[in-house]
């Protein structure tokens, strides 16, 4: 899991965002975000960076 990350196509996807309650990123560079409901999404896109989390 990590705070945030960059995509391909400069968006960003981030904890902060609505809905998100976690974000992954994947070897192979997909990103996937679960909910409050702990329902996973895969994001459109693939990850070039991203901020990790430090618990």
Known sequence: ???GC???DGSQVTCNDEGVVSVRVHPD???S???SHNEETTVEGKWVGY???FN
């Open 1 to 3: 899991m990590v705070f």
């Open 6 to 8: 960059t995509m391909d």
């Open 29 to 31: 560079h997909s990103v």
């Open 33 to 35: 975000v679960t909910n």
């Open 51 to 53: 901020v990790p989390r």
